[in-house]
């Protein structure tokens, strides 16, 4: 045992904790400040010092994350990890829940203090108001954010173990029964306006509205972009061959009714059909598509569906110009 060791251990920075020798011989450092309390002992001063570092180190960490706020945390994982993840639509998304549903409620408090009891009251109060899609969506991102803030030993465990996924069954729309497709035609004929010639070009394409500006119309094909591609992905061409259901109506289709607002779109169909939703003319075509005898792959590879898992659909089925045009004379009824 050394003969004279400093009573007072300094680190950089200013920590100073205090050495002792306990009775057994062994060397005592303790540290009171700011909230922590730390005390640590071994055989010689170095090996004290060595554990002393390690020790206040993690206190300092913990001491750290348990002032951490929900707001500033959950503003910081949305940013840094989603965002480069997603599309921009469902960014914003994401950030209308967090500012309408979340943040008033866990906005202030400490990532610590937040509970299950807490959680589940937030998600019951959404459910109550009938809005079961956005308890799921709340549900969804405050368990993202919670187990990002585990791995990185922000929190111990998440609150959301014990909290069950609400239930939202999707409205997935219906198809028009080919006496309402009649009628339909006929009333975006007598309209006569771009919106009524883009509902057509849809209702027989089996387009998304967002596909629509990326259109270009070619002989016998249209092509297009796919819209359903996640971010960081290259942009997927699909062609879709003119069917006889459409090839009527093509010298009525401006360039202009691919570049009509999507929002826009949507309020006047919800004028011209009340009830019905723009995303069932895609319902429609595709539906007409499988009844008269087309195949599901092909129906899929004109929708731009995401390819099945089995190695059939993705690697060996190459549908060629020649087949797909044949097979869509079949739409005509």
């Known amino acids: 045992?050394?003969?004279?060791?400093?009573?007072?251990?300094?680190?950089?920075?200013?920590?100073?904790?205090?050495?002792?020798?306990?009775?057994?011989?062994?060397?005592?450092?303790?540290?009171?400040?700011?909230?922590?309390?730390?005390?640590?002992?071994?055989?010689?001063?170095?090996?004290?010092?060595?554990?002393?570092?390690?020790?206040?180190?993690?206190?300092?960490?913990?001491?750290?994350n348990s002032r951490t706020l929900f707001g500033q945390y959950a503003t910081q994982w949305l940013e840094v990890v989603k965002k480069p993840q997603v599309k921009e639509t469902t960014y914003e998304d994401y950030k209308v829940m967090f500012r309408v549903h979340i943040f008033p409620k866990f906005g202030k408090m400490r990532m610590r203090d937040i509970k299950p009891i807490d959680v589940q009251k937030l998600i019951n109060f959404i459910c109550e108001k009938k809005t079961f899609r956005n308890a799921e969506k709340v549900y969804v991102l405050l368990n993202a954010v919670f187990n990002f803030a585990v791995a990185e030993n922000v929190i111990a465990k998440s609150p959301m173990a014990l909290i069950k996924k609400p239930v939202h069954e999707p409205k997935h729309g219906q198809a028009f029964t080919v006496d309402e497709e009649r009628r339909l035609v006929e009333k975006c004929l007598a309209e006569n306006t771009l919106y009524g010639y883009a509902f057509i070009f849809m209702l027989y394409t089996g387009l998304r509205r967002s596909?629509?500006?990326?259109?270009?119309?070619?002989?016998?094909?249209?092509?297009?972009?796919?819209?359903?591609?996640?971010?960081?992905?290259?942009?997927?061409?699909?062609?879709?061959?003119?069917?006889?259901?459409?090839?009527?109506?093509?010298?009525?289709?401006?360039?202009?009714?691919?570049?009509?607002?999507?929002?826009?779109?949507?309020?006047?169909?919800?004028?011209?059909?009340?009830?019905?939703?723009?995303?069932?003319?895609?319902?429609?075509?595709?539906?007409?598509?499988?009844?008269?005898?087309?195949?599901?792959?092909?129906?899929?590879?004109?929708?731009?569906?995401?390819?099945?898992?089995?190695?059939?659909?993705?690697?060996?089925?190459?549908?060629?110009?020649?087949?797909?045009?044949?097979?869509?004379?079949?739409l005509r009824y």
């Open 1 to 64: 045992m050394p003969t004279f060791f400093r009573k007072e251990f300094r680190l950089k920075g200013g920590t100073v904790a205090h050495i002792r020798v306990k009775p057994n011989g062994s060397y005592e450092i303790r540290y009171r400040r700011g909230g922590i309390n730390l005390s640590v002992s071994a055989k010689t001063v170095e090996a004290a010092k060595e554990r002393f570092i390690e020790k206040l180190c993690e206190a300092k960490t913990d001491s750290l």
């Open 211 to 330: 596909e629509l500006s990326s259109v270009t119309i070619q002989s016998q094909w249209i092509t297009l972009y796919t819209a359903k591609n996640r971010q960081g992905t290259n942009p997927k061409m699909r062609k879709i061959p003119i069917s006889p259901m459409l090839r009527p109506f093509i010298p009525l289709m401006n360039q202009k009714i691919f570049q009509l607002d999507m929002g826009n779109m949507s309020r006047t169909f919800a004028k011209y059909f009340p009830g019905r939703h723009l995303h069932e003319l895609r319902h429609t075509f595709i539906t007409r598509c499988q009844e008269c005898g087309i195949s599901r792959e092909l129906t899929s590879l004109w929708a731009g569906h995401k390819a099945d898992n089995t190695m059939t659909s993705n690697v060996y089925t190459h549908f060629s110009e020649e087949f797909q045009l044949g097979e869509i004379q079949k």
